[in-house]
């Protein structure tokens, strides 16, 4: 009985590449063709279709393809290592995403963009607390509970809001001191 294969147009079409990139991927090693027909064509077994569907995950999350070539070549276990760099690199652009985003409104303060690009920050989020029933003492519990059980999301959590470094710092101290 003999594996079943497909052609390079087909492969691409099923995962929505175009001809070029699988052979581009070809050309770099990451995914070679197991063969070729009495044409000449390249022919892909299931094992390489697997692959493939490996490389696009990989793709999906941002990795690079020497990155992608690694985490092919690394145990599965051993992945989580590739995989936390990258979170790590997600959260300095988000970072730097937030600061450029709260440095533009700073700049276009009470100018319309405000009104059509809604942002959630320190005050709409205090009016919510309160809207939910919170007084000063309930907001201050909620911060340091943030803070004692989740304190790198609770400091993300507050340059979302837009607040500068300096006042998240001091949040931070202050929510540490209750805890005490």
């Keep these: ?54 490389v696009c995950f990989y793709r999906q999350m941002g990795l690079s393809l020497k990155e992608i070539d690694k985490a092919l070549q690394t145990p599965e276990n051993k992945i989580t290592t590739l995989l936390e760099k990258r979170l790590g690199e997600l959260d300095a652009a988000i970072r730097s995403l937030r600061e450029q985003q709260r440095v533009i409104f700073q700049v276009m303060k009470g100018k319309a963009i405000r009104k059509r690009l809604p942002l959630m920050n320190k005050a709409h989020w205090m009016s919510l607390l309160r809207a939910a029933g919170l007084d000063e003492e309930g907001m201050h519990r909620w911060h340091r509970e943030f803070e004692r059980r989740f304190p790198q999301s609770h400091g993300e959590f507050l340059r979302g809001l837009g607040i500068p470094e300096k006042e998240i710092q001091a949040i931070r101290r202050w929510c540490k001191r209750g805890q005490e």
Excluded: K, V
């Design 1 to 54: 009985m003999t594996t079943p294969s497909i052609t390079i147009g087909r492969l691409a079409r099923q995962h929505h590449l175009s001809r070029s990139t699988l052979l581009y991927y070809d050309s770099i090693g990451l995914l070679r063709p197991t063969g070729r027909s009495a044409a000449n064509y390249r022919i892909y077994t299931p094992s390489d279709c697997r692959r493939l569907e490996q």
